[in-house]
């Protein structure tokens, strides 16, 4: 919730200087779980239906549990999943053949809601791009929960971080995510853990062998080696690596 109240603050100061803000969208879930569908969005401004869904400029507060289905290239600015405390959370999946892209951030639990996860994200095929930062479990006294099935995660800008102030859980049963940087507690205050089920894997850009390798030791990520593939790429998964 803090997160998204710095960012409001944000907006409210940029429109008094008459500078054009960006847009917050909100899923209301009246028709179907379906992103795609119009019916589905309201303009925070009023509360009136949005009669179109996001674009790149948007931001999400995203309570209810949309899906991303084939076919559906969703766009955002910044996501808050489970975005405001003491309501009940929020879900957010992509099944085969969607995808999303977010030109800024995306938090998976930002707000202590009255739910035990504050925020689920679910890949369950297609791609995500985030071009800054991913978070799982943003602001303190969260949680958000994680899980790539299938499909591809790309956050190559921000790089992604299990536990901001919150605690995160991220599991990996499939697919692939490709990231710039991966760490835990990127505000200090957080924690988390990773947890391979299948043969999905994680790649990191950074020289990170000898990091991953003390937060397998210390059981922040389970059931997985750590590999280098060509310096300085850190590769992560359960699937026996060649010697």
């Not at 899906?67 to 309501?87: F, K, L, R």
């Not at 504050?118 to 994680?146: E, K, R, W, Y």
């Not at 020289?207 to 397998?216: C, K, S």
Request: one cysteine or more; a negative charge.
């Amino acid at each position: 919730m803090k997160s998204f109240l710095k960012v409001l603050v944000l907006v409210f100061a940029v429109c008094a200087l008459g500078v054009s803000a960006p847009a917050a969208l909100f899923f209301n879930q009246s028709v179907s779980q379906d992103w795609s569908n119009i019916a589905n969005w309201d303009d925070t401004a009023d509360w009136t239906p949005a009669g179109r869904v996001p674009g790149l400029t948007d931001d999400i507060p995203l309570r209810n549990a949309p899906i991303i289905y084939s076919g559906t290239a969703a766009e955002a600015q910044n996501i808050w999943v489970g975005p405001w405390a003491g309501v009940s959370g929020g879900s957010l999946a992509i099944e085969s053949g969607g995808s999303l892209h977010t030109a800024g951030y995306l938090f998976v639990g930002s707000a202590d809601t009255s739910d035990g996860t504050d925020g689920m994200l679910f890949i369950n095929g297609g791609q995500l791009n985030v071009d800054d930062h991913l978070i799982i479990g943003a602001d303190p006294g969260t949680s958000g929960f994680m899980q790539v099935n299938d499909g591809v995660v790309n956050t190559l800008g921000g790089g992604l971080f299990v536990g901001g102030n919150g605690w995160g859980h991220l599991d990996i049963t499939g697919g692939t995510i490709n990231t710039s940087y991966i760490g835990f507690a990127a505000w200090g205050g957080g924690a988390g853990v990773i947890t391979f089920n299948g043969n999905g894997q994680i790649i990191s850009l950074a020289d990170q062998v000898a990091e991953v390798q003390d937060w397998i030791d210390w059981g922040w990520v389970q059931n997985a080696p750590v590999d280098s593939l060509a310096k300085p790429k850190a590769s992560i998964s359960n699937v026996p690596h060649s010697t």
